[in-house]
């Protein structure tokens, strides 16, 4: 019982198509991010690799400390860039899963809904129909010979 039936095709529309879209557009956002996060981790060693070479000029072994530091602070932002990714993953996570925990709660509300509704017609049909048979019972009662022999006695 799906809302709106959200597929791959893209034949989709209304609000679940929408957040569909958005969801697949977040999901490419948040790839590239990894991405670029992850290349420039590898891109800072290689340099930090590349500097920590240790040369004869004290002024080269300056400008190599400062380049790996610089290196270094890139890294701790990449790093730190990818951290604020997986809290963002897991607030995802765990915001989409109770959007589809509401929907599911909500769907089977509907359904108790119906099932109640069904309930109560059924129940006054069938009161209804002892009612009528309590009635007709009684007209039975009423005319019967065995009451009528019984009340002369």
């Given at each position: 019982m799906n809302k709106g039936g959200v597929g791959l095709t893209g034949g989709?529309?209304?609000?679940?198509a929408a957040a569909a879209a958005a969801a697949a557009q977040k999901q490419k956002t948040l790839l590239q991010r990894v991405d670029t996060d992850i290349?420039?981790?590898v891109d800072n060693v290689n340099h930090l690799v590349n500097v920590a070479r240790v040369s004869d000029p004290p002024v080269r072994n300056s400008q190599e400390a400062f380049m790996m530091e610089m290196r270094g602070a890139?890294?701790?932002q990449a790093a730190d860039s990818l951290l604020k990714l997986v809290s963002e993953l897991k607030q995802t996570t765990i915001f989409s899963g109770l959007a589809s925990l509401n929907e599911h709660v909500e769907q089977k509300t509907a359904e108790f809904d119906q099932q109640?509704?069904?309930t109560e017609r059924m129940l006054f049909r069938i009161g209804e129909e002892a009612a009528g048979c309590l009635k007709e019972l009684e007209c039975h009662y009423y005319?019967?010979?065995?009451?009528?022999?019984?009340?002369e006695r």
């Open positions: 989709c529309s209304g609000p679940t290349t420039n981790i890139r890294m701790v109640a509704e069904n005319s019967s010979f065995q009451r009528i022999d019984q009340g």
